[in-house]
């Protein structure tokens, strides 16, 4: 069945359902992690198969509807969760060959060099990593080429580059020119966000109103389906079978033997020598756990580890309105500030960092004011310039991913560091104020809110402690890697892909998965 799936001449999406695929490498999920292994391993010999759950993200119309996305929720295909206090909630991820990051905001920062250390907050340990940021820098100057990430680096907390931004950074629009000017007037020092877009020469973004959480229509923004999953599979040794979902690793003596799956109804095998887990820190997580069947510890789990320390950073929006003349913003994610990134004088504890988001409007806020009539608040969103707090959240025993005897997922999730989050979201609030925006709206996401998920197979040297290696194996099984955002052993304040996408580089790089 494997000759008729790897080769010369067979297509690179694998077509109906064969009962058993043998390949080297088989990896679950086409996200970031995934797609970004996939890519580096596109010339290494070895014949690597990506099972993906979900199909190529539709180009359509509602692509760039806010009602379609927002009210409707019609890219919304994740399972229903529920939360620990027993609310059902559908989380922000997404099922596409591509991940979340067909949806994502684009914006791709480096984790800064101290977020690799420890940092003590008053709720809790930010532990140290077992790598250093030296490490990952090579691999992220990588990713930022692949992903077309376009940057200035003049943000203060930037940390070491090898190498230069690949693409010149996207232009403030006047009206977010204006803001940072006053903001510099303050003494803040705001920078150019860096954005995985295709801006190159004869590049297809136009820079619109629809892209932070939307799907691109015009196949205009960095993400993994377009940048890694889509070159990987045009040669002969990379294959992806959409619509295949992974319903359990199979071990056997210390090694995982198979992967169970099911497309349109069909069961598959899949068996490889290696197997990569990419499915995003919440489902990785939810498939180990229910892997050896309702009331088992979990596969990969002697440290009792696995779904624990979820994180997904304590944000909130922060939209500041000047009444008057409607300023026309179009593309305002653009700026950034990382002036309390790091504990100082004025700060015991780091605050966390702040971007510019993508435009809202009154149907996308629509949900969290419902007695507000839409054009009220269309008024207000015009005016207003939408900001995004982010503080690091701190791992947790208790913050966690379970999967109940009856199969359903729970995700058990208090946001930590609220008292550094405040201060983040006062000072933003200030700045604004002072920089001409004086009507001042919040609004602090919560469990739902799980697009920076992270941390729930967390990497260590300690068996005991940790789930994977340093090199991202798992401590239990030989022949399985975790390369999504669920080794994070700390969050940082910045967004996670672009670490996702590093890692894999890294990993693949060290040859442990062809060697
Ligand atoms: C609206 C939104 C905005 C965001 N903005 C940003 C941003 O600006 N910057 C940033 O850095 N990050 C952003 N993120 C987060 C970013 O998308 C994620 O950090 C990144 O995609 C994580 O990569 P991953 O490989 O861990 O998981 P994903 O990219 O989510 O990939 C997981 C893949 O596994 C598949 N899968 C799941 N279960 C199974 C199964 N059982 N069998 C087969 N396949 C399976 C899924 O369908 C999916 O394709 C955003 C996310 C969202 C939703």
């Not at 004025?346 to 004011?369: E, V, W």
């Not at 900001?387 to 005897?405: I, S, Y």
């Not at 996401?445 to 340093?470: C, F, K, N, W, Y």
Request: neutral net charge.
């Amino acid at each position: 069945m494997s000759e008729a799936v790897f080769g010369p001449g067979t297509p690179g999406v694998v077509e109906g359902a064969p009962e058993t695929v043998e390949c080297d490498v088989a990896i679950v999920g086409s996200g970031m992690g995934g797609a970004t292994t996939a890519w580096a391993l596109r010339e290494s010999g070895a014949r690597v198969l990506v099972i993906e759950r979900g199909d190529f993200a539709p180009r359509e119309y509602q692509n760039w509807s806010p009602r379609a996305v927002f009210r409707e929720g019609r890219y919304k295909n994740a399972d229903t969760w529920v939360g620990g206090d027993g609310r059902r909630f559908t989380p922000g991820y997404y099922h596409f060959v591509g991940g979340s990051t067909k949806l994502y905001g684009a914006t791709l920062p480096r984790l800064r060099e101290a977020d690799f250390g420890e940092i003590r907050y008053e709720d809790g340990l930010s532990p140290a990593w077992p790598i250093s940021y030296e490490d990952l820098e090579p691999f992220y100057g990588e990713a930022e080429r692949l992903y077309l990430v376009h940057g200035d680096g003049a943000d203060p907390t930037e940390p070491r580059r090898s190498t230069a931004f690949p693409y010149e950074p996207i232009p403030h629009e006047p009206p977010i020119e204006k803001l940072a000017e006053r903001l510099r007037g303050q003494g803040i020092r705001p920078y150019h966000l860096p954005q995985a877009l295709d801006r190159r020469a004869g590049g297809n973004c136009v820079l619109c109103r629809t892209c932070d959480a939307y799907i691109c229509m015009l196949d205009a923004k960095g993400d993994a389906d377009l940048c890694a999953m889509r070159p990987a599979i045009e040669g002969p040794d990379v294959r992806l079978m959409t619509r295949t979902t992974v319903a359990r690793v199979v071990t056997e003596g210390g090694a995982v033997a198979g992967l169970e799956a099911s497309r349109d109804g069909r069961r598959i095998q899949v068996k490889a020598k290696r197997y990569v887990l990419a499915a995003g820190a919440m489902s990785t997580a939810a498939l180990l756990l229910s892997s050896d069947g309702p009331g088992g510890g979990g596969v990969a789990n002697s440290s009792g580890q696995v779904g624990r320390n979820y994180m997904a950073h304590t944000c909130t929006f922060v939209a500041g309105v000047r009444p008057g003349r409607d300023p026309h913003f179009v593309y305002h994610k653009t700026m950034g500030i990382s002036d309390w990134y790091e504990a100082g004088p004025g700060t015991p504890f780091p605050l966390g960092n702040i971007q510019s988001l993508g435009k809202l409007t009154g149907t996308t806020i629509k949900a969290a004011r419902p007695w507000a009539p839409t054009a009220i608040l269309d008024w207000f969103t015009r005016r207003s310039v939408d900001l995004f707090a982010q503080t690091e959240d701190v791992p947790l025993p208790e913050n966690r991913v379970a999967v109940e005897a009856d199969g359903s997922k729970r995700l058990h999730w208090r946001p930590t560091n609220l008292g550094p989050h405040g201060e983040l979201v006062k000072r933003a609030s200030g700045a604004l104020r002072k920089a001409g925006y004086p009507l001042v709206f919040t609004q602090q996401l919560g469990i739902e809110a799980t697009s920076h998920q992270s941390g729930t197979a967390r990497m260590g040297t300690d068996p005991t402690t940790s789930v994977v290696d340093p090199g991202c194996r798992t401590h239990d099984l030989d022949n399985l890697w975790i390369l999504d955002s669920s080794f994070f052993c700390s969050s940082g304040a910045m967004n996670p892909a672009l670490t996702v996408a590093a890692n894999a580089l890294r990993v693949v790089e060290s040859g442990v998965l062809t060697g």
